[in-house]
């Protein structure tokens, strides 16, 4: 009986285990053609404001998968998906391609692009960055790469020595969602950044004075070592009054933006200029 019941439950598991990997398989080639035709890909920009007057000081670049079917995929599940499968250095291309046109066409305003470790530490990729800005005639000093915290990858020399080229050009560099890696103190500590950006878990729960309490070290660990502050997911009034008094510098939140698509910014940036 209890044996039965087992074989089962075997049954059935393998059953789910073997539809997983068939609409896994299915994405990744339906990933593939997205990147090959360069067609489903696109790029949304979230502004980033100033916290002391407001102002718009950059555009974070986010990607975007338009999947035919099943409409916008996260970029939470495609990245990692397109790290496995070796073509998270064609979207990395395409982003900043994107992000490159985007500058081009408002001066005046910096992007911030996404890479992860593993991105940064292929070889090439510093001359492919400065390539693109060169061809876009955009000034390096308007980029800033964003580097997610990964336990792999991590502080490897071929990433250290692409940070300090780019960085040698003007290119900036920020630790992204800056709390919630395991290490987040020490990278800090042994690569060299511009900013931090406070990871939006720690934002949405600071009305605990738990929460509150890491965020004001975290910025007193910045501004010790003369590093930006950018706090993400800032969704309330309440937040943006707090981080404001903390002395964060920028802001970024559904309170003042969500990330918009390409055809909108232009409109956006210049209203935001005028008032
Ligand atoms: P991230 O770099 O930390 O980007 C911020 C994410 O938080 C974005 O999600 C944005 O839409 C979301 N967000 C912004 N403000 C708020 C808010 O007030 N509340 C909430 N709940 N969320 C907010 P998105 O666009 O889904 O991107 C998720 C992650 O995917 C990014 O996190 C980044 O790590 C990764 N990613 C996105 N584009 C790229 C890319 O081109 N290359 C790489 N390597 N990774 C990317
Ligand atoms: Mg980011
Ligand atoms: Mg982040
Ligand atoms: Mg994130």
């Known amino acids: 009986h209890a044996k039965a019941a087992g074989r089962n439950t075997h049954a059935v598991f393998g059953e789910h285990m073997d539809e997983l990997l068939r609409r896994r398989r299915a994405l990744e080639s339906d990933l593939r053609f997205a990147v090959e035709t360069r067609t489903q890909l696109e790029t949304f920009y979230q502004p980033v404001f100033n916290a002391t007057d407001g102002s718009?000081?950059?555009?974070?670049?986010?990607?975007?998968?338009?999947?035919?079917?099943?409409?916008?995929?996260?970029p939470d599940q495609f990245i990692p998906l397109a790290e496995d499968i070796g073509l998270i250095n064609d979207i990395g291309a395409l982003v900043l391609?994107?992000?490159?046109?985007?500058l081009a066409d408002l001066p005046g305003i910096s992007i911030a692009i996404n890479a992860s470790p593993l991105e940064l530490s292929s070889p090439g990729y510093s001359l492919r960055v400065l390539t693109t800005l060169a061809n876009m005639n955009v000034s390096p000093e308007r980029l800033e790469i964003e580097m997610t915290e990964t336990a792999t990858a991590d502080n490897t020399i071929d990433l250290k020595r692409t940070i300090a080229m780019l960085r040698?050009?003007?290119?900036?560099?920020?630790i992204d969602d800056?709390?919630?890696?395991?290490?987040?103190?020490?990278?800090?500590?042994?690569i060299e950044v511009d900013r931090i950006k406070i990871d939006r878990s720690f934002i949405g729960e600071m009305h605990q004075s738990g929460s509150r309490a890491v965020v004001v070290a975290m910025i007193g660990m910045a501004r010790?070592?003369?590093?930006?502050?950018?706090?993400?997911?800032?969704?309330?009034?309440?937040?943006?009054?707090?981080?404001?008094?903390?002395?964060?510098d920028d802001l970024q939140g559904?309170?003042?933006?969500?990330?918009l698509p390409r055809q909108d910014v232009a409109a956006y940036v210049s209203r935001m200029a005028r008032t």
Not at 56 to 74: D, F, N, Q, T, V
Not at 254 to 259: D, G, K, N, T, V
């Open 254 to 259: 559904f309170l003042m933006s969500r990330p």
């Open 224 to 248: 010790a070592k003369g590093l930006k502050i950018t706090a993400e997911g800032v969704e309330t009034i309440e937040q943006r009054a707090e981080l404001e008094r903390l002395g964060c």
């Open 168 to 174: 040698k050009a003007g290119v900036r560099f920020a």
């Open 56 to 74: 718009i000081c950059s555009l974070e670049a986010l990607a975007r998968w338009k999947h035919p079917k099943m409409g916008y995929i996260s």
């Open 97 to 102: 391609d994107n992000a490159c046109r985007t």
């Open 178 to 190: 800056f709390g919630t890696g395991y290490s987040s103190f020490s990278r800090v500590q042994n």
